[in-house]
């Protein structure tokens, strides 16, 4: 009997941007190192990454200035590479691709994920991979928005109700192969595109990334009183597992 032989899967590598200041935080340090939980909120990301079996290898790209990171131990796991940000995330972005671009093949997948989520679920980071492993684009994690959308003028009056009707809030891991990921940043940042997000660079491309739908709890630690809602997200999904 001849057995059916297994589709090799493409390789999945994560590049994390941590080269930011986190201004609005108002802290003494870049608030990827603020503590939740007697963990940095870099430590706590990076551990739901390393926890996620089929990624190969996580690109950190760190401030030029971060005289920080040598207290965080879990930079030194083998597993994860260093990496020199730039001025803005894209930048950092681009150098982290231009890591991989030396270790993967055009075709390997590339998640890139905010180093200010921490909460990210693995059962999001395999519902995003299942979802897009044969999507000839790739995609992000998303959440379908709820409330009533309202747009302003400048002087903060409302100019337009807008239909929320297929509109998304964008969150991240944001999931493309490395070639065409490369191709459409550069793209974009010749053209001096507005680049907010890896989506909106393959958007310019020419592509159509794919919305795939997350969790609520995988929030952006912006502000101060976000520490807190992370914390408390984090117990709550600590709950979870232990009742699994």
Partial sequence: MTRSREIPRDRLWAIVPAAGVGRRMNADVPKQYLEIQGKTLMEHTLQRLL???????????????DDYYPEVALLRDPRIILAK?????????????AVLDELAEDSDWVLVHDVARPCIRQSDLDWLVKSLETDPVGGLLGMP????MKRSDNDGAVSQTVDRDNLWHALTPQMFRLKPLIDGLGKAMEAGINITDEASAMEFAGHKPRMVEG??????VTRASDLALASLYLQQQAKLIETV
Avoid: C, Q
């Fill in 51 to 65: 926890d996620f079996p089929l990624l190969e290898k996580i690109v950190v790209v760190l401030g030029a200035d």
């Fill in 85 to 97: 940000g730039g001025k803005e995330r894209y930048h950092s972005v681009m150098n982290g691709l």
């Fill in 145 to 148: 928005v709820r409330d009533t």
């Fill in 215 to 220: 969790h609520g709890d995988n929030i952006k």
